[in-house]
């Protein structure tokens, strides 16, 4: 199975930072990678697939990059709703495998 | 509106089974793949498993944690996705969510999640 490995696993920063979270697979997975926020008690919620492609309703200030390896999420500007946490999961082949998650904490 | 509801969890005692259901709402069920995820008690989303859609003869893929003890399967004509799960762990304690696959062939992500349905296997 493809590990995929998050880093931080945790982060504290204010409102207005600029947040990046990476994520690393153990093997290339082309493009083949989402971003998903949850709050605590929620669902996930779906922010980013194929690495890069902005889900309909997510504000612009997340964006994706990455391909192959090697991914990053970034908040422009972070905002209260956006502390949460944050799963990358590649879709490039069973078993579909979730990052160990990336907790956005406030300073 | 698009929705996905589960029911079924609760306490189950080791070794036991029980069956979670997932109804779907708003979309044409058999037109998309849909999976179970499990989160346990303050840990990370764990995929369990998916039935792809009708186009893809409703084939279903499983994690290996999983393999072997639980069967995904759905009833188009009530438009409802279930996971059975037979010979249940303690580990298997978490929050299972169903989740539609939103797909164009060439990705799959998960655009669409129920509120979750807790199961505690505890004796």
């Known amino acids: 199975a493809i590990q995929m490995t998050q880093s931080p696993s945790s982060l504290s920063a204010s409102v207005g930072d600029r947040v990046t979270i990476t994520c690393r697979a153990s093997?290339?997975?082309?493009?083949?990678l989402g971003w998903y926020q949850q709050k605590p008690g929620k669902a996930p919620k779906l922010l980013i697939y194929?690495?890069?492609t902005l889900q309909s309703g997510v504000p612009s200030r997340f964006s994706g990059s990455g391909s192959g390896t090697d991914f990053t999420l970034t908040i422009s500007s972070l905002q209260p709703e956006d502390f949460a946490t944050y799963y990358c999961?590649?879709?490039?082949?069973?078993?579909?495998?979730f990052g160990g998650g990336t907790k956005v904490e406030i300073k | 509106e698009v929705q996905l509801v589960e029911s079924g969890g609760g306490l189950v005692q080791p070794g036991g089974p029980l069956r979670l259901s997932c109804a779907a709402s708003?979309?044409?069920?058999?037109?998309?793949?849909m999976d179970w995820v499990r989160q346990a008690p303050g840990k990370g989303l764990e995929w369990v498993g998916r039935?792809?859609?009708?186009?893809?003869?409703?084939?279903?893929e499983y994690a290996a944690s999983v393999k072997g003890r639980v069967t995904i399967s759905r009833d188009g004509s009530r438009n409802s996705l279930y996971l059975q799960m037979n010979s249940l762990k303690t580990e298997d304690t978490a929050v299972y969510y169903c989740?539609?696959?939103?797909?164009?062939?060439?990705?799959?992500?998960?655009?669409?999640w129920g509120q979750g349905t807790m199961v505690t296997v505890s004796s």
């Open positions: 039935s792809k859609s009708k186009a893809r003869s409703y084939t279903t």
């Open positions: 999961l590649q879709d490039y082949n069973y078993p579909l495998t």
């Open positions: 708003g979309f044409t069920f058999s037109d998309y793949h």
């Open positions: 989740a539609r696959v939103m797909s164009d062939g060439h990705f799959d992500a998960f655009d669409i």
């Open positions: 093997q290339g997975i082309r493009n083949d």
């Open positions: 194929t690495a890069s």
